[in-house]
């Protein structure tokens, strides 16, 4: 048995049918209170003496009582008919201009609906431009408009992060292929130069390997934002950034770097995994971006329901104009894919986690070259973990 397709009542047809029931009720009402007061404004015989007459033009003579319902009667003939042919006309004429005013408020809907229909990877930069009255369908289209501005910001991000990601791996991957191909085309290489090239293809596929970590640990950091944590025990930022400085601390001795550490105890509760990896790459990078014979200092404490961690480092200046754009992944220092040791994640990684786990992040350039960072996170007791916004505040 074939199904006829259901006829679906548009909004701009249930608005006009609803202002013309609307219309005509009224008008409805209206006739039938006209109709009252014709009838009972008619009655003049309750005035007169009983057995009254009333001489016509035409020389009849008839019963008052008579008289008076032959008159009622013909009015509210009249009235009747006189009555629905006005509401038959006003009706139709308040029907069709319903209609017509329905369809001019709606139009910007059928816009919305057009653009949302044509939207695609292509076509992120059509906007719907409402200019009408400042009403609700002003207050939708804007809305919409915002919308499509926050889908097109998020569509480049995406982009810019997947070239980055691909430039990225693929850099490692042509210098094993590089080293490989020259070394086996070379008919007179030794064991020195197997040795050699094997150990550029090491060096090149730990960079690999490092890269695909950073990139699992942010999707799942991200992924954790917004929702409750899969994995959550009490952990203490103390000794997550005391064994991050043991991890580096070849790196410190060779570029003869002094550490500065007050490490109280700052007692947390999260992903455990999560929050030692945000206190190395802090440790990491602060190493990373110093200069021979630098300064790091870290500190960690609790005070007032919060547990804060503090990294800060000597090193190149950085604008503080370009603060905010360090937490983008690929971002080494205010450069994007230099060259430069490290993917370029680290502090995207770091708002990530804070993220999370409802912490902030603030960042100060110091004046002299270098960054502090500061971390800041619910301290263990204190409100439940959860995922919120997260706020990256720079200051001097």
Same mark, same amino acid.
């Given at each position: 048995?074939?199904?006829?397709?259901?006829?679906?009542?548009?909004?701009?047809?249930?608005?006009?049918?609803?202002?013309?029931?609307?219309?005509?009720?009224?008008?409805?009402?209206?006739?039938?209170?006209?109709?009252?007061?014709?009838?009972?404004?008619?009655?003049?015989?309750?005035?007169?003496?009983?057995?009254?007459?009333?001489?016509?033009?035409? !020389?009849?003579?008839?019963?008052?009582?008579?008289?008076?319902?032959?008159?009622?009667?013909?009015?509210?003939?009249?009235?009747?008919?006189?009555?629905?042919?006005?509401?038959?006309?006003?009706?139709?004429?308040?029907?069709?201009?319903?209609?017509?005013?329905?369809?001019?408020?709606?139009?910007?809907?059928?816009?919305?609906?057009?653009?949302?229909?044509?939207?695609?990877?292509?076509?992120?930069?059509?906007?719907?431009?409402?200019?009408?009255?400042?009403?609700?369908?002003?207050?939708?289209?804007?809305?919409?408009?915002?919308?499509?501005?926050?889908?097109?910001?998020?569509?480049?991000?995406?982009?810019?992060?997947?070239?980055?990601? #691909?430039?990225?791996?693929?850099?490692?991957?042509?210098?094993?292929?590089?080293?490989?191909?020259?070394?086996?085309?070379?008919?007179?290489?030794?064991?020195?130069?197997?040795?050699?090239?094997?150990?550029?293809?090491?060096?090149? #596929?730990?960079?690999?390997?490092?890269?695909?970590?950073?990139?699992?640990?942010?999707?799942?950091?991200?992924?954790?934002?917004?929702?409750?944590?899969?994995?959550? #025990?009490?952990?203490?930022?103390?000794?997550?950034?005391?064994?991050?400085?043991?991890?580096?601390?070849?790196?410190?001795?060779?570029?003869?770097?002094?550490?500065?550490?007050?490490?109280?105890?700052?007692?947390?509760?999260?992903?455990? !995994?999560?929050?030692?990896?945000?206190?190395?790459?802090?440790?990491?990078?602060?190493?990373?971006?110093?200069?021979?014979?630098?300064?790091?200092?870290?500190?960690?404490?609790?005070?007032?329901?919060?547990?804060?961690?503090?990294?800060?480092?000597?090193?190149?200046?950085?604008?503080?104009?370009?603060?905010? !754009?360090?937490?983008?992944?690929?971002?080494?220092?205010?450069?994007?894919?230099?060259?430069?040791?490290? #993917?370029?994640?680290?502090?995207?990684?770091?708002?990530?986690?804070?993220?999370?786990?409802?912490?902030?992040?603030?960042?100060?350039?110091?004046? !002299?070259?270098?960054?502090?960072?500061?971390?800041?996170?619910?301290?263990?007791?204190?409100?439940?973990?959860?995922?919120?916004?997260?706020?990256?505040?720079?200051?001097?």
């Amino acid at each position: 048995m074939i199904r006829r397709p259901r006829i679906r009542p548009t909004l701009r047809l249930r608005l006009t049918l609803l202002n013309g029931v609307l219309l005509v009720s009224t008008g409805a009402i209206l006739m039938f209170l006209a109709w009252l007061l014709v009838r009972d404004g008619a009655q003049l015989t309750d005035q007169l003496a009983p057995g009254s007459t009333v001489t016509l033009a035409d !020389g009849r003579t008839l019963d008052a009582v008579q008289w008076e319902q032959q008159l009622t009667d013909a009015a509210s003939r009249e009235l009747v008919v006189t009555g629905l042919l006005a509401l038959v006309g006003i009706s139709i004429v308040g029907v069709a201009g319903a209609y017509a005013v329905a369809g001019r408020a709606l139009r910007p809907l059928h816009q919305v609906t057009a653009t949302a229909r044509r939207l695609g990877e292509a076509t992120l930069d059509q906007r719907i431009g409402y200019s009408g009255a400042d009403d609700e369908v002003a207050e939708l289209a804007k809305t919409f408009d915002a919308m499509l501005d926050r889908l097109t910001e998020s569509f480049e991000t995406q982009k810019r992060f997947v070239a980055n990601a #691909s430039h990225e791996l693929r850099t490692p991957l042509a210098v094993m292929r590089t080293e490989i191909d020259v070394t086996l085309s070379d008919d007179e290489a030794d064991t020195g130069e197997y040795r050699r090239m094997a150990t550029v293809v090491r060096d090149a #596929s730990e960079r690999a390997n490092g890269l695909v970590d950073a990139l699992l640990v942010l999707a799942r950091s991200e992924a954790q934002a917004g929702r409750p944590l899969g994995r959550r #025990s009490e952990c203490d930022l103390a000794q997550g950034t005391a064994n991050a400085l043991s991890a580096v601390r070849r790196e410190v001795e060779r570029i003869g770097l002094t550490v500065q550490t007050d490490l109280a105890h700052a007692p947390v509760v999260g992903d455990p !995994g999560l929050l030692d990896r945000l206190a190395g790459n802090l440790i990491e990078n602060a190493v990373r971006y110093n200069h021979l014979h630098g300064r790091i200092w870290v500190r960690t404490g609790s005070e007032a329901g919060r547990s804060w961690l503090v990294v800060g480092n000597t090193g190149f200046e950085v604008d503080q104009a370009d603060v905010p !754009g360090l937490f983008e992944p690929f971002r080494r220092g205010g450069r994007e894919r230099t060259g430069a040791r490290g #993917s370029g994640l680290g502090l995207s990684i770091v708002r990530a986690v804070c993220d999370a786990h409802a912490g902030t992040v603030r960042v100060v350039a110091q004046s !002299g070259g270098g960054l502090e960072v500061t971390v800041e996170l619910p301290a263990a007791g204190a409100a439940a973990v959860r995922g919120t916004d997260q706020s990256v505040t720079p200051q001097r």
